[in-house]
């Protein structure tokens, strides 16, 4: 009991995301430039969604709590290295190791599942275009969102009241920038290995059943692409599926390695570059896939550009 209230009583030290490298003033400068502009490439994708009537379908509703996920995930974690990168300190409260656990959980773990309802999406519109107003209706698709957000809150409540339960009565030194749980579970003194376990063996769950949502999804897709007959409509579906497919990629590349690759094969620094990957890299490149790929997007965003412009004069 004396070991769970020094736990709580105690902050955590976070070892900053620079003290693995040199050049710290330029790579902090590269990822407050990445920060800002996730941060603006996200808002902007939610406020062209928003405004464009043409873009208020199934497909850019669930690009749009992406872009919710993408921009909640960086906040969570990059604010607080930089304010330790220019204190000079890295202390972070119980609470504050708390919270960071749980959004962090909470937002991935619902990014993943949602990025596999958004491949169920593809393949309905692909393979089943006639019955796609009905299979994904407004209220199919609310579903879908509140179940991603559900499957995370659960998931964050468990992994977060799990890891803080243990006692970390010794070095609170955590070789991170920001708490994660693989991170705090080094540092506890007492034995996690069966917590290890288990969370290995969710987390292979959490991410294989998406993921095989996902290869079914496009790999039906696939077909019904190499059959059609006209060259405009494979390249336009082709071209909406390859950036999904992409963003897929970025995720769940990183997931996997922090979660279901051993942990003898990690390093303070992979696991730092592979979470500044997933935190911040990606959800800066998310909006930028999207639009940069997508027609609809683009003629969306110059709409309500000029009509901005117009609004000024």
Same mark, same amino acid.
């Given at each position: #009991? +004396?070991?769970?209230?020094? @736990? /709580? ?6 070892? +900053? ?16 430039? #990445? ?12 406020? /062209? ?9 199934? *497909? ?20 607080? *290295? ?5 204190? +000079?300190?890295?202390?972070? @409260? ?12 909470? %937002? ?9 309802? #958004? ?6 519109? /692909? $393979? ?12 199919? $698709?609310?579903? %879908?969102?509140?179940? @991603? ?29 920001? $708490? ?19 969370? =290995?063996?969710?987390?292979? !769950?959490?991410?294989?059943?998406? !993921? ?16 059609? =007959? ?27 390695? %922090?979660? %279901? ?11 730092? /570059? ?16 999207? @639009? ?22």
């Amino acid at each position: #009991m +004396g070991d769970v209230n020094q @736990s /709580v009583a105690s902050d955590f030290i976070l070892v +900053g995301l620079f003290s693995h490298s040199g050049s710290h003033q330029l790579l902090f400068s590269l990822v407050a430039a #990445m920060f800002i502009m996730g941060l603006l490439g996200n808002t902007v994708l939610l406020f /062209v969604i928003r405004m464009d009537s043409r873009l208020h379908t199934p *497909m850019y509703f669930l690009l749009s709590q992406l872009s919710l996920f993408d921009v909640g995930l960086p906040l969570v974690t990059i604010p607080k *290295m930089a304010s330790d990168f220019l204190q +000079g300190e890295g202390s972070i @409260s119980f609470g504050g190791c708390a919270a960071q656990i749980f959004f962090l959980t909470l %937002m991935g773990v619902a990014e993943g599942i949602l990025l596999a309802l #958004m491949s169920y999406d593809r393949y309905v519109a /692909v $393979c089943h275009p006639l019955q796609y107003p009905v299979l994904m209706r407004r209220q199919v $698709c609310l579903v %879908m969102v509140g179940s @991603s957000w559900l499957a995370g809150v659960l998931n964050a409540s468990v992994q977060t009241s799990i890891t803080l339960h243990f006692p970390y009565c010794a070095s609170r030194t955590v070789d991170h920038f920001f $708490c994660e749980v693989p991170a705090l579970l080094k540092i506890s003194c007492a034995d996690t290995s069966a917590y290890e376990q288990a969370l =290995s063996t969710s987390g292979v !769950l959490i991410l294989v059943l998406p !993921l095989s949502l996902i290869a079914s999804s496009y790999g039906h897709v696939l077909g019904a692409v190499l059959r059609m =007959s006209s060259e405009e409509a494979r390249n336009k579906t082709f071209t909406t599926c390859c950036s999904h497919i992409t963003v897929v990629g970025l995720f769940y590349g990183a997931a996997v390695f %922090m979660y %279901m690759v051993p942990g003898a094969y990690h390093s303070p620094y992979h696991d730092d /570059v592979v979470s500044l990957f997933y935190s911040l890299v990606s959800p800066t490149l998310n909006p930028l896939i999207y @639009s940069l790929r997508n027609r609809e997007v683009r003629m969306a965003l110059v709409k309500v550009l000029s009509r901005a412009g117009l609004r000024s004069k």
